[in-house]
């Protein structure tokens, strides 16, 4: 009887290790999340936001290997503190926002490489996909004051926007372009889980 005990415990311990952790779903918070993108503008660098993107989470609250996750941003919203600059963006030199008035991240997986996090998905802009690795540092999870649970990851991520298509450029007289080609992406993303969410 004890020997059969024994091997049911052993049987359960082993279930619960075997099996992993049920993710929950989780809501990007904007007010507390931050995307910002920078790109090289002759010998300095300049870049901007975007005032309307958001996304949700699939993540078990504790464990990096269980992220999944989707992020849209409305390309029209593009905000550079620059009126002109901004409708030029939206052009179809640029970003193209009537025919393509998003853009995309899907991901994939969520692997551990050399010690760092890097989330690996599909990234859609004008039209055009590509997969993308984004190493990521996951900042904690946990209660916040507000009885909330929340998480925290930041991450970055370097495309090159002619990839996608976005070639548009203006020679300088001295040689070379106005614009370079690589635009780096920010992330600081706080996610409440969905049951927390208000």
């Given at each position: ?12 311990l082993i ?48 464990d990096p ?29 640029f970003f ?103």
């Amino acid at each position: 009887m004890n020997r059969f005990f024994r091997s049911a415990v052993l049987s359960a311990l082993i279930l619960l290790v075997a099996v992993p952790a049920v993710a929950g779903t989780w809501t990007i918070d904007q007010s507390h999340s931050v995307l910002n993108f920078k790109i090289r503008h002759i010998f300095s660098k300049t870049g901007g936001t975007f005032g309307e993107w958001g996304g949700s989470l699939e993540f078990d609250g504790a464990d990096p290997a269980t992220l999944a996750g989707t992020v849209t941003i409305k390309t029209a919203s593009i905000n550079t503190e620059n009126e002109d600059r901004d409708n030029h963006l939206r052009s179809p030199d640029f970003f193209n926002v009537e025919e393509f008035p998003t853009i995309t991240f899907v991901s994939k997986s969520a692997e551990q490489r050399d010690g760092e996090w890097v989330l690996v998905g599909d990234f859609t802009m004008l039209g055009v996909t590509k997969e993308i690795e984004i190493p990521f540092e996951f900042m904690g999870a946990g209660a916040n004051p507000w009885g909330q649970t929340v998480a925290g990851f930041s991450g970055s991520v370097t495309v090159n926007r002619k990839d996608f298509g976005m070639v548009w450029n203006k020679a300088l007289d001295a040689g070379g372009a106005i614009l370079g080609e690589d635009v780096t992406i920010d992330l600081e993303i706080e996610a409440v889980e969905q049951s927390d969410a208000r």
